[in-house]
């Protein structure tokens, strides 16, 4: 990898998947790509550009600008908010998938690396310890996109050889960026209120557990699995990862372990029927044993860290 373009930039994932890769490849060489109009202080960081991934072109002028040969594909409309504008939510994440692998196909690009989701997963899957082969049957248009683009990126390359890699990850909590519309964004939001001392409601019921990574082991993961060996790869666009499994309740009484005096109240809404649809645990032997992913935190260590980090920042 020489020179990498990341879509979605911006996003919870992108926001510090590119400051990680910078560091690890240098400034100039990690290009960030987003639809939002660029700042100035996006542009004084590193190179960047306006690039709407529905449209094929700009992607292959970046790539070809840039001496682009690694995309990291993250452009995408979550569970939540696909929810409430299925039609976009399917041609985004289809559409920009099907640009960038085709953009990797015709340009000879090395690496393609697209996360995908545990929204993969469905109400027939086996909820506990969730195989890395099981049934694929999601009740989200975000989820449906997902296994749409597990597919893709095994016919693209079986069929053109080009090396497209992913992941399925948990729900993911970060202390940079905010919320991006997923149903495990509570375990997010739940922090920025009790760092300022404030009550929270939770939309998922207590009980409601789902597997879950923090943002650190996040960026491990996705950058450990695009360096892994390719002959070693079973799995290519699939692979389940873990880290820790908890429910509101049960964050909430870590939380109240550093903060006393936190209230937290539960009122469900739409996204518990979405959350009831996932997995409670997953396995993710396939990745252990074909690139060695191990993560580094549980949930009491991410729950220090938030709370350090975010208050360090909001108070």
């Not at 960030?32 to 550009?49: F, N, Q, V, Y």
């Not at 002959?231 to 939380?255: G, Q, Y």
């Not at 997995?279 to 993710?284: E, L, M």
Request: aromatic share 10%.
């Amino acid at each position: 990898m020489k020179k990498i373009l990341v879509t979605g930039a911006f996003g919870q994932i992108g926001s510090e998947l590119v400051p990680e890769l910078r560091k690890k490849y240098g400034k100039d060489n990690v290009v960030a790509s987003d639809i939002r109009p660029l700042t100035e202080e996006w542009k004084a960081e590193g190179p960047a550009e306006n690039i709407d991934a529905t449209k094929k072109e700009q992607i292959e002028s970046a790539v070809k600008n840039h001496g682009v040969d690694t995309v990291y594909h993250l452009a995408s409309i979550l569970s939540a908010a696909g929810e409430k504008n299925p039609q976009f939510a399917y041609f985004v994440n289809n559409t920009s998938l099907y640009n960038v692998l085709e953009v990797a196909r015709e340009n000879k690009l090395e690496r393609v690396m697209v996360p995908s989701s545990i929204g993969v997963f469905g109400s027939e899957t086996p909820r506990d310890n969730t195989p890395n082969e099981t049934v694929l049957k999601p009740s989200t248009m975000y989820g449906i996109s997902k296994v749409h683009g597990e597919l893709l990126c095994n016919y693209y390359f079986k069929k053109f050889g080009v090396d497209a890699r992913g992941l399925r990850y948990p729900g993911i909590i970060s202390n940079v960026a905010p919320p991006g519309g997923g149903t495990t964004d509570y375990a997010v939001d739940i922090f920025y209120y009790a760092v300022r001392r404030q009550p929270y409601e939770c939309f998922l019921r207590p009980d409601a557990t789902l597997p879950m990574m923090y943002m650190p082991d996040a960026l491990k993961a996705i950058i450990q699995l695009a360096e892994a060996d390719g002959s070693k790869l079973k799995h290519r666009s699939d692979f389940n990862v873990a880290a820790m499994s908890f429910s509101p309740a049960e964050l909430a009484s870590a939380i109240q372990k550093e903060i006393p005096e936190f209230k937290v109240s539960y009122e469900p809404d739409f996204r518990q029927a979405i959350a009831d649809s996932w997995p409670r645990s997953i396995d993710d032997t396939a990745a252990q044993v074909e690139w060695g992913w191990k993560p580094a935190f549980d949930i009491t260590a991410m729950t220090r860290d938030m709370i350090e980090k975010l208050s360090a920042r909001l108070i």
